[in-house]
């Protein structure tokens, strides 16, 4: 069933006709951003997203719920260990640091602070403002994703798009909303009648996060949902 906010291939992943081979991060271990990471895991960035794009929830963070540490073989554990803090866990500071010295965004304008904030928000379902290894790689494989997306659209590398181009690619991503709801987005995150790569990834931080907030409370795929304000706050303003 595909209605209001539903019927996506994949929310974060490459559309479809895109390869599923990333850009090379610099600095990364273990290969090109997309790409199979060697390892225990045996799967792109240590394992594919579930179908519908949403990712699995409980289990896999550090401390958290018994589980087992990640094996010493995964390159992108040695990775984010060597930025972690002392708790074993990023922060949005430690996240941005990570990303700018990778070189993940290529030509394109490192993140903001506020756009590491919400991807963290996005995987941080016990509230702690960190981000454990589990959401760590998971994180990586939604950007990677994304900027494939936004690279299909940014044709000349200019490292923004066009209000109509960011149209369709949340069209693409399988996000079914309203006129009205897109040009609010577009208003919302454009500068200069453009849309530059750090408000593109932030915009579909959101879009992800909220999506899987209305999903869980929506038991019968109706596309519909009752909230009592304290929870209606909970979703919307931790993003």
């Given at each position: 069933m595909?209605y209001?906010?539903?019927?996506?291939?994949q929310?974060?992943?490459?559309?479809?006709?895109?390869?599923?081979?990333?850009?090379?991060?610099?600095?990364?271990?273990?290969g090109?951003?997309?790409?199979p990471m060697?390892?225990?895991?045996?799967?792109p960035?240590g394992?594919?997203?579930?179908?519908?794009g949403?990712?699995?929830?409980?289990g896999?963070?550090p401390?958290?719920?018994g589980?087992p540490p990640p094996a010493a073989?995964?390159?992108?554990w040695?990775y984010?260990?060597?930025?972690?803090g002392?708790?074993?866990e990023?922060d949005?500071?430690?996240l941005q640091?990570?990303?700018?010295q990778s070189?993940f965004t290529?030509g394109?304008?490192p993140?903001s602070?506020?756009t590491?904030?919400?991807?963290i928000?996005?995987?941080d379902?016990?509230?702690?403002?960190?981000m454990?290894f589990t959401e760590?790689?998971?994180?990586?494989?939604?950007?990677?994703?994304?900027?494939?997306?936004?690279?299909?659209?940014?044709?000349?590398?200019?490292g923004?798009?066009e209000?109509h181009e960011?149209?369709?690619?949340i069209n693409a991503?399988?996000y079914r909303?309203s006129?009205?709801?897109?040009?609010?987005?577009?208003?919302?995150y454009n500068?200069?009648?453009?849309i530059?790569?750090?408000?593109?990834v932030?915009?579909?931080?959101k879009l992800?996060?909220l999506t899987e907030?209305f999903?869980?409370?929506?038991?019968m795929?109706?596309?519909?949902v009752?909230f009592?304000?304290?929870?209606f706050?909970?979703?919307?303003?931790?993003i």
């Amino acid at each position: 069933m595909a209605y209001p906010g539903y019927g996506a291939p994949q929310y974060g992943g490459p559309m479809q006709g895109m390869p599923a081979q990333g850009m090379p991060m610099q600095g990364m271990p273990g290969g090109p951003m997309g790409g199979p990471m060697p390892g225990h895991m045996g799967g792109p960035m240590g394992g594919a997203q579930p179908q519908g794009g949403y990712p699995a929830y409980g289990g896999g963070y550090p401390g958290t719920y018994g589980a087992p540490p990640p094996a010493a073989n995964d390159p992108m554990w040695s990775y984010f260990t060597a930025i972690a803090g002392q708790d074993g866990e990023i922060d949005a500071e430690e996240l941005q640091r990570c990303l700018t010295q990778s070189g993940f965004t290529g030509g394109y304008s490192p993140f903001s602070l506020e756009t590491c904030r919400i991807m963290i928000a996005m995987l941080d379902r016990d509230f702690t403002g960190k981000m454990g290894f589990t959401e760590f790689k998971e994180l990586f494989t939604a950007l990677n994703g994304w900027k494939q997306n936004f690279m299909m659209f940014d044709q000349d590398r200019s490292g923004t798009v066009e209000p109509h181009e960011m149209t369709q690619a949340i069209n693409a991503m399988g996000y079914r909303v309203s006129p009205q709801a897109l040009n609010a987005i577009i208003k919302r995150y454009n500068k200069g009648g453009r849309i530059f790569f750090d408000d593109y990834v932030a915009c579909c931080v959101k879009l992800r996060a909220l999506t899987e907030n209305f999903r869980r409370r929506d038991a019968m795929h109706q596309g519909s949902v009752t909230f009592q304000y304290d929870d209606f706050i909970l979703c919307t303003m931790a993003i």
